[in-house]
């Protein structure tokens, strides 16, 4: 049975940070292209960041440059995403994504709130 199960999110004041986890189950997860995406109230799910390999590329969207870094260890099966610098723009549903030619596998997501 494939699982994604997020955690970490929360509420957090603007210029925080938080630490995101997706732990996976169920699919080899190192042949697996993982992904965060997030989706704000009113709007569409959007691509935040992805990485292939440990250590290997990573890709960012313009948002989450220079303050969220995606990682992951293919031992215990673990994504992650380190967000700084949060802004209240950020709030939204951030769900872990994992895809291998055909196969597509969602989280269940984990909310983030950045008030004052």
């Known amino acids: 049975q494939v699982q994604l199960v997020e955690s970490g999110g929360g509420l957090v004041q603007p210029g925080g940070s938080l630490n995101l986890s997706c732990a996976a189950s169920g699919f080899t997860f190192s042949r697996f292209t993982m992904r965060w995406y997030r989706q704000a109230p009113g709007k569409e799910r959007e691509l935040v960041a992805d990485m292939l390999l440990p250590g290997g590329r990573r890709n960012y969207a313009g948002s989450a440059k220079g303050r969220f870094t995606i990682s992951r260890d293919n031992v215990k099966n673990m994504l992650y995403l380190q967000m700084n610098n949060l802004k209240p723009e950020d709030t939204a549903v951030y769900y872990c994504?994992?895809?291998?030619?055909?196969?597509?596998?969602w989280g269940q997501g984990t909310q983030v709130t950045v008030s004052s």
């Open positions: 994504n994992a895809i291998y030619g055909s196969l597509r596998y």
